[in-house]
Structure formats: structure tokens, C-alpha cells
């Protein structure tokens, strides 16, 4: 069975940085896309950014409203992907999802963590 | 940057069929998936490839697409439907990468 499991969330202010993980089981994923959504509370889903598999060069695409300020990695020997949040701004509080990406579907989340930018 | 437009609510009566529509220019030719998330769950994908269900997702939940519009269509609409239903698409024929979410639609069944 496959698991993900989001940390790292929590209150940070304007400019501040925060780095998330996703600790995964059930699936190794460097063998698999990966992505990471959000969540403003209240609202819908916006996709954050992914990183492809290491048999498909491990590149990473980030959505316009991130690019530049966050940054998506993997410890492979934890089987762990990261998200490394810079420069954060109000509009980035939101629950983060780190997902499974196969054949072109979404298909393990994990329960997600809570992101609060505030003075 | 690509839109895709949901109806904030749709509502359907027990057993009845709800139809939820998503649109996008040229959507048609896009992948297409619906996601339903449960209040305070994470969402699950329920379509995938415009049409698949996953292993577990019950017959009565299909996907058509065709044109600038996708329909997710749930047949013997049950209470356990109620969730809110998203619509996702790539756009993989530009320069720049992206993955879009429709706004989402909240089901009722009442």
C-alpha cells in the first residue's frame, strides 16, 4: 500500500522560508513523477510543481506563481521529496499535497500540511 | 496559463443522474482527470485518460469529453457522492509545462 506522508508546515512570515517533505512507502519515487499541489483553504487546487522520474532526467517544472521561489528535490536513499519554499508571500498559505503522478493521474495523496504566512 | 471553468454546485436527487461539466479551449484534445474530495479528505482521482476508472471506482462514475468541454457523469447518484469534484488537464504542447485544475464543483444530493 502506498503512503505519503506530508511535514513541515506551519506559521511563517512574509519573506521567510519553509522546506516540506514527503516521506514515502509503498512506492520508490524515483521511479515515478512526482508532484506537489496546495490548497488555499476554502478553495481549490492549484499544482505547485513536479519532478519527473530518474529514468526521465529528474527535471522539474514549477507553476508561474512559484517559479523562482520554490524548489522541488529528492533524497533517494530516504525516499523522501522536499519542497523548499523562499521568498514566501501571503497568498502562498495553503494545505500542500505531495502526489504520485502515473499515467497521467494523480494517484496517492497525502493528507497534506498546513502552510500559514503571517506577520 | 490555461483556464478551465466548473459550475460552483450542481445538485441531484437520490439515484438520479448528475452531470458536472469542465471547459477549456480545445479540451478535447487534452488528458483529462476528475478528483473527488470528501470534506476533510484528500482528493481521489476518479477518471483518469478522459475516460478510465481506477481499480475500486464504481461503474457509475464516467467521463466524456469531446470538444471544449469534459462531462463527468455519475449514474445512481448516492449520498456518499457528496464531495467536491475537480477537473484536471495538461498542457504539455507549449514551451512551458502546466498542470490546471478546474475550480471545483460542489455536489449535493438531496
Known amino acids: 500500500e502506498v503512503q505519503l506522508v506530508e511535514a513541515g508546515g506551519g506559521l511563517v512570515k512574509p519573506g521567510g522560508s519553509l522546506r516540506l517533505s514527503c516521506a514515502a512507502s509503498g512506492v520508490t519515487i524515483s521511479n515515478v513523477y512526482m508532484n506537489w499541489v496546495r490548497q488555499t483553504p476554502g478553495k481549490g487546487l492549484e499544482w505547485v510543481g513536479r519532478?519527473?522520474?530518474?529514468?526521465?532526467?529528474?527535471?522539474?517544472d514549477y507553476a508561474a506563481p512559484v517559479k523562482g521561489r520554490f524548489t522541488i528535490s529528492r533524497d533517494d536513499s530516504k525516499n523522501t521529496l522536499y519542497l523548499q519554499m523562499d521568498s514566501l508571500k501571503t497568498e502562498d498559505t495553503a494545505v500542500y499535497y505531495c502526489?504520485?503522478?502515473?499515467?497521467?493521474?494523480?494517484?496517492?495523496w497525502g493528507q497534506g500540511t498546513l502552510v500559514t504566512v503571517s506577520s | 496559463s490555461y483556464e478551465l471553468t466548473q459550475p460552483p454546485s450542481v445538485s441531484v436527487s437520490p439515484g438520479q443522474t448528475a452531470s458536472i461539466t469542465c471547459s477549456g479551449d480545445?479540451?478535447?484534445?487534452?488528458?483529462v482527470c476528475w478528483y473527488q474530495q470528501k470534506a476533510g479528505q484528500s482528493p481521489v482521482v476518479i477518471i483518469y485518460?478522459?475516460?478510465k476508472r481506477p481499480s475500486g471506482i464504481p461503474e457509475r462514475f464516467s467521463g466524456f469529453n469531446s470538444g471544449n468541454t469534459a462531462t463527468l457523469i455519475i449514474r445512481g447518484a448516492q449520498a456518499t457522492d457528496e464531495a467536491d469534484y475537480y477537473c484536471?488537464?495538461?498542457?504539455?504542447?507549449?514551451?512551458?509545462?502546466?498542470?490546471?485544475f478546474g475550480g471545483g464543483t460542489k455536489l449535493t444530493v438531496l
Open positions: 484536471q488537464a495538461w498542457e504539455t504542447h507549449t514551451v512551458v509545462f502546466g498542470v490546471f
Open positions: 480545445k479540451l478535447g484534445y487534452k488528458d
Open positions: 519532478i519527473k522520474s530518474r529514468s526521465d532526467g529528474e527535471t522539474t
Open positions: 502526489t504520485t503522478d502515473r499515467d497521467w493521474k494523480y494517484d496517492h
Open positions: 485518460q478522459k475516460t
